[in-house]
């Protein structure tokens, strides 16, 4: 291929995602279809900011067949060079000296962002487009569209959460499991709901923006007993991580193991939230002269490299051609999406939080007669259980090993 030919750019930024391969080969055998050449950068940004750059020209035959693999053949990082006006000089100086015409940036908001910033600062001469993706499922698509990646990871997500659930059954033990989800709760609902695990909870459920660890703790009881009257000693939990970053600080002062900063205050992001509700949940059943086994585990990066499900296959290369063939016809400075079966681009004005800078997160709506479905099939108390059978009423207070005053005191609350 000669010099003189115009230049596509690829890099993947942020987290990793299945599906990430896909959208590179399809930007890149579109592009070479209609003669240009293809530059992939290795490590996102990252890789523009090195000396000597770190990019490979991509063939046909380097990216044919990559769309069915995990991971990505590009790497990917977090570097984010909007925070230093050198660093943006310099990613843009490197975007020139490589020749890029059209730049194809694939990752979340970060990435979206600085795609946006790239744009902006040169002025027109680099033709950005940005293809989303996040296995959280927050960023606000149309139609409800799922961002690639997560039809992917949650499908994985519920094969492990399927062997759990036998696990759990086996050796009658409980397990709590924290999913992916910095933000919105779409993973772990997605996940528990389709495994059909005992009880999920997300953030969103609660009203007010603090919540308190005896609420959690109380929801997650709730159902161990209420599993319990009904004959099993055994059940899985799935909680989004999000419900940490919502804390009371306050609540976790007296919990041991929890990191803390230099003025003694208590690093959320570092708390192991499932270490934590087992913690308590154990010291609560031993009050009362039970002994329960609790097991807790993550689950998010055994799914982020996953193979991506023929869905996100799919999906992924719609995504691929659409930026490269928005690029083409002229169109630059968007987030490229799907809606109906057709390419839409969204301007990255439209998308972006004026007051963050970043996109809008789609949270989970809990007034939807999808959550109303995934409540359903959970066994939770809730205020039925208190009113409609006196019998049963009992039942739970006995098994729980409480006064049936303490037992509303403790649970009366729940809905």
Partial sequence: MTRSKEVVGILVGGGPAPGINGVISAVALEAINKKKRVIGIFDGFKGLLKDPIDYQELKMEDVSRIHLSGGSVLRTSRENPTKD???????????????????????????????????????????????????????????????FGFQTARHVGVNLLKNLMEDSRTTSRWYIIVAMGRKAGHLALGIGKAAGATCTIVAEEFEKEVINLKDVCDIIEGSMIKRKALGKSNGVVVLAEGLAERFDPEDLTDLKGVERDEHGHIRLAEVNLGKVLKDELQRRFLAR???????????????????????????????????????????????????????????FKDIMDPMTGKTKVRMVDVNTESYEVARKYMIRLGQEDFHEDEEWFEQLVSVSKMSAEDFKKRFGHLK
């Fill in 289 to 347: 002269g039970e002994k329960i086994t609790l097991v807790n585990k993550d689950i998010g990066y055994e799914l982020r490299c996953a193979p991506p499900i023929p869905f996100d296959a799919e999906y992924t290369r719609d995504l691929g051609y659409g930026a490269i063939t928005f690029l083409l016809k002229g169109g630059s400075d968007a987030l490229i999406t799907m809606h109906e079966q057709k390419l839409i681009p969204l301007p």
């Fill in 85 to 147: 006006k050198r660093n943006m000089e310099k990613v843009l100086k490197g975007l020139k000296d490589l020749q890029v015409k059209y730049l194809v940036t694939i990752g979340g908001d970060d990435t979206a962002f600085s795609a946006s910033r790239v744009a902006a600062a040169s002025e027109g001469s680099i033709k950005v487009a940005h293809v989303p993706k996040t296995i959280d499922n927050d960023l606000p698509l149309p139609g409800m569209a799922s961002t």
